[in-house]
T-cell receptor
Framework: DGGITQSPKYLFRKEGQNVTLSCEQNLNHDAMYWYRQDPGQGLRLIYYSQIVNDFQKGDIAEGYSVSREKKESFPLTVTSAQKNPTAFYLC??????????????FGEGSWLTVV | GQQLNQSPQSMFIQEGEDVSMNCTSSSIFNTWLWYKQEPGEGPVLLIALYKAGELTSNGRLTAQFGITRKDSFLNISASIPSDVGIYFCAGHKGGSEKLVFGKGTKLTVNP
């Protein structure tokens, strides 16, 4: 089935550790995104990538890093510099915008908890 | 970053009632999207709108792209308990612009 797969679904991180969240899509979408969602809040953009080997900071990039070595994959690393990493993380992707507007599709999310 | 003004923030309704929620912006958008998110899951696309004035239905859901291109609404008719969740709107200005999201409307349906 086509879609966006995030793993792991639940992750626990100790203080001072880096952790990496995986995101894979088989939709042949060019653009991929990472969002952070806190309880009762909307979605905040961390990083996005419109093409392989290129990515841009979103609104809350500090303490996070990404890579885009393959079209299908856009992993997010939550570094120890992120002071409040406990949140729900959503990966998303969009097909090429052919002038009709972009429709974004989401993965099922990953819960990260700092212990 | 910019966010859309989505209202109401939450709604508590009885099963069978109709629901209406909306998003507004000071900017013009070329695309309006409506999503539903259930607890612990990613948002799922409900309806996508691409033209000003467009009215689109998906079962009991109806959404409209405002004629000014600065707003959109979502209606749910004859609500049922499984409609519970958070509904998000999103707008896109086109080109390389990023999507902008509302903060969501949390819907509770009492049986």
């Amino acid at each position: 089935d086509g879609g966006i797969t995030q793993s792991p679904k639940y992750l626990f991180r100790k203080e001072g550790q880096n952790v990496t969240l995986s995101c894979e899509q088989n939709l042949n979408h060019d653009a991929m995104y990472w969002y952070r969602q806190d309880p009762g809040q909307g979605l905040r953009l961390i990083y996005y990538s419109q093409i392989v080997n290129d990515f841009q900071k979103g609104d809350i990039a500090e303490g996070y890093s990404v890579s885009r070595e393959k079209k299908e994959s856009f992993p997010l690393t939550v570094t120890s510099a992120q002071k409040n990493p406990t949140a729900f993380y959503l990966c998303a992707s969009t097909p090429p915008d052919r002038g009709g507007g972009n429709t974004i599709y989401f993965g099922e999310g990953s819960w990260l908890t700092v212990v | 970053g910019q966010q859309l003004n989505q209202s109401p923030q939450s709604m508590f309704i009885q099963e069978g009632e109709d629901v209406s929620m909306n998003c507004t912006s000071s900017s013009i958008f070329n695309t309006w999207l409506w999503y539903k998110q259930e607890p612990g899951e990613g948002p799922v696309l409900l309806i996508a709108l691409y033209k000003a004035g467009e009215l689109t239905s998906n079962g009991r859901l109806t959404a409209q792209f405002g004629i000014t291109r600065k707003d959109s609404f979502l209606n749910i008719s004859a609500s049922i308990p499984s409609d519970v969740g958070i509904y998000f709107c999103a707008g896109h200005k086109g080109g390389s612009e990023k999507l902008v999201f509302g903060k969501g409307t949390k819907l509770t349906v009492n049986p």
